[in-house]
């Protein structure tokens, strides 16, 4: 944490002292008032059983708000009940809007449908019974794994539909770690497609489902959806259309109440070791917050706003800004397929524009891309149906914030940036547009209902002006309830290191106001492009390749991606020779790489691969990245006093210096 680069960058951002106070005609309609604080202040639980009940719809009402007896693992609502399929559709139909536009499906080649309630209503009644008709029961899981379609949203509404928690996995994955995430869970379906279009071409996906479930002996049937027309191998005995699945089923289903403390759905996400942690969340204080949080962050008015965010189903962001809270609130969405320069870098604007998005929520290394591109293409478009911007992910900075506001926002809409994560469930730490002054480049302060603080090494809170480990100090409505299959885990990463505190895993740090700021993860874990990656994870990927011994990864600063992967490696002997060969190091490079979309996911693909001679570690054998990092960064290397070998470090940056 106390490492020189980001106490440079955080004395930098604290100088920043912009503020743009709320505008009074946004506050007048503003949904988030000041109000909020106060009376999540006077009574937190009372407020939580108002937001829960005030939101959402129960079958059956709840007498306990939160039992936090068997700490940390909470029970929220425990004997209430809810079907989160339900509330996201069924009764914004019963209520008389079956035919508001749930989703304006935009697919990257330029086709488009408009999907009303309705007919979302219909499709998850009959997914619901095709999984029935698959052999899911309540309890049982199912992965999914598809581009962004709506056939993801409604895939996810039927799992919650029927009680199957879903353990949606990234398109982007490989089928190694597909296999991984359904053997883990033990899923009894696949839903996935022929494949997704990106950058202007169809790209693959069942044939990666094909060699995971090849091995997956859990898995009862696949279900496809025909999305690219792309050749597919097909099994009898497994595979089934989805399209002809759902016109055979029956359009009648009955939501299942569940109980407000069962499972929702798995998400995995990097952590510190090399095995990736199913996130658990259940149904009513996750659907609770995630409407709440949508509400009074982006400022949700269902009757008039056209709501769009970025991100990928397979994220949480997707899970939580998709999917769950902006249909519990009835809202209008975009949801588009593609990347934001096909076929042109004005896509997005291009969609903004169509279709007169007014809450745009996206990541800075977007927002960053797009500075890149210059404010000449988004001029070239009318955005001025747009009055929220929001950022998540990554700590964005002022410069990137006060370009959002002006080029994108017109000079007029707040950004509210917002801290969170797939532990946390939904959003955590942001402004209230219309109510906070905003302050560029920091998350500034917990939501209403939420207590989160920084502290030092022993656990104190610290004061205004310093800096030390971000906190969360009660428990909270969507938080996760485990680690899926692994309870230890759970207390072990998140519940050690402070008495009955949430570790988050970054650091942070108070203004003098007690803003605060997030300064990024303080253990093994990188951000790139605000996805999520473990070092120790890529790690082990290069070592599973013959030809090496030995791996490090970091993450090294990256002006547009936050974080970009460098990985060191030292090579087994015969390796070794080869790669001194003329032309054979970059070869082998290339094959580094590759190796490593292969076994995690193109994403995870190191930007640099430097092949060392021996890696820097203590005594006690723990490779000290931080020094790593000063190579990768291209900076004085730090204290090498603690190593084992001190002229290591001389050894790796002599060898950087050969030409290649
Ligand atoms: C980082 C994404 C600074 C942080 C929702 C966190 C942020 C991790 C912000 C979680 C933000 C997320 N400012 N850092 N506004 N939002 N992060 O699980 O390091 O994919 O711990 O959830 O992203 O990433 P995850």
Redesign the pocket.
Known sequence: MADAASEETLDNLLREDREFPPDPAFTAQAVGTADLYDQADADRETFWADQARERLTWSTDFTQTLDWSEAPFAKWYADGRLNAAYNCVDRHVEAGHGDRVALHFVGEPGDTRDITYAELLDQVKRAANVLLESGVSKGDRVAIYLPMVPEAVVAMLACARIGAPHSVVFGGFSADALRSRIADAEAKVVITADGGFRRGKPSGLKPAVDEAVADSPSVLKVLVVKRTEQDVAWNDDKDVWWHEALEAASAEHTAEPMEAEHPLFILY?SGTTGKPKGILHTTGGYLTQAAYTNAVVHDVHPESDVYWCSADVG???GHTYIVYGPLANGATQVLYEGTPDTPHQGRWWEIIEKYKVSIFYTAPTAIRTCMKWGKDIPEKFDLSSLRVLG?????INPEAWVWYRQVIGGGKTPVV??????ETGAIMISALPGVTALKPGS?QIAVPGISVDVVDEQGNSVDNGHGGYLIIDKPWPSMLRGIWGDPERFKETYWSRFEGIYF???GAKKDEQGNIW?L??VDDVM?VSGH?LSTTEIESALVSHPKVAEAAVVGATDATTGQAVCAFVILRGDAVQEADEPGEGEDLVAELRNHVAKEIGAIAKPRQILVVAELPKTRSGKIMRRLLRDVAENREVGDVTTLADSSVMDLIQQGLAKPA
């Open positions: 996400t994220w949480v962001t950022s998540v992910g990554e700590p940036d917002t801290w969170w994560q797939t998350a988050a895993g970054d997030v990024g993860r951000n999520r």
